[in-house]
């Protein structure tokens, strides 16, 4: 089975710090995204990336960038957070696109971040 | 632009009731349609899908047909469990693209 992993389950930072979320496929998949979850509005992409140092931005890239310096790991980067960060953020992977578009994403367990 | 429309929640069931979670769709072509699932403290998983008019897709008792008549995309099971409890998000993709389009998911309650 493919296994999204992300470093961290629960995170505590304070506003202004410097954050990193790690997250890690072992499939060989081309597609990575990074998503996040807030009660009422559902899932939201931040930035993906179909392939190595390549990278695109989603529908509220805002306050956010990424790194993606090898296939198997795409990192999520808060350079100054702030409160309206404080979110639970999912990474997920998926192969290259299907002929019939079926681009199954698979997730990780997510990351919850906590800003005071 | 391309979104997706599901029921809010949460939907509270007795066991063994049928479900019905609502999903539609606006889109500019033809998309690929899923239900994600995700349980307590967990990521979501891929419950069910379908890539085309009329495809019914169905797993773990669970089935979705998709309606282009409608744009729609129902989640339907004949009898729940406790353990379905869980938020369900509806998706959609379109061909040739990577990125899915959620909607903002419906909490299911199920008591014994």
């Known amino acids: 089975d493919v296994k999204v992993t992300q470093s961290s389950r629960y995170l505590v930072k304070r506003t202004g710090e410097k954050v990193f979320l790690e997250c890690v496929q072992d499939m060989d998949h081309e597609n990575m995204f990074w998503y996040r979850q807030d009660p009422g509005l559902g899932l939201r992409l931040i930035y993906f990336s179909y392939d190595v140092k390549m990278k695109e931005k989603g529908d509220i890239p805002e306050g956010y960038s990424v790194s993606r310096e090898k296939k198997e790991r795409f990192s999520l980067i808060l350079e100054s957070a702030s409160t309206n960060q404080t979110s639970m953020y999912l990474c997920?992977?998926?192969?290259?696109?299907?002929?019939?578009?079926?681009?199954?994403?698979?997730f990780g367990a997510g990351s919850r971040l906590t800003v005071l | 632009g391309d979104s997706v429309t599901q029921m809010e929640g949460p939907v509270t069931l007795s066991e063994e009731a049928f479900l019905t979670i609502n999903c539609t769709y606006t889109?500019?072509?033809?998309?690929?349609l899923f239900w994600y699932v995700q349980y307590p403290g967990e990521g979501l998983q891929l419950l069910l899908k379908a890539t085309k008019a009329d495809d019914k897709g169905s797993n773990k008792g669970f089935e979705a047909t998709y309606r282009k008549e409608t744009t729609s995309f129902h989640l339907e099971k004949g009898s729940v469990q406790v353990s379905d409890s869980a938020v369900y998000f509806c998706?959609?993709?379109?061909?040739?693209?990577?990125?899915?389009?959620f909607g903002k998911g419906t909490m299911l309650l199920v008591s014994p």
């Open positions: 997920a992977s998926s192969p290259g696109l299907s002929p019939s578009g079926a681009n199954v994403l698979t």
């Open positions: 889109a500019t072509g033809y998309p690929s």
């Open positions: 998706a959609q993709t379109a061909p040739g693209y990577s990125t899915l389009t």
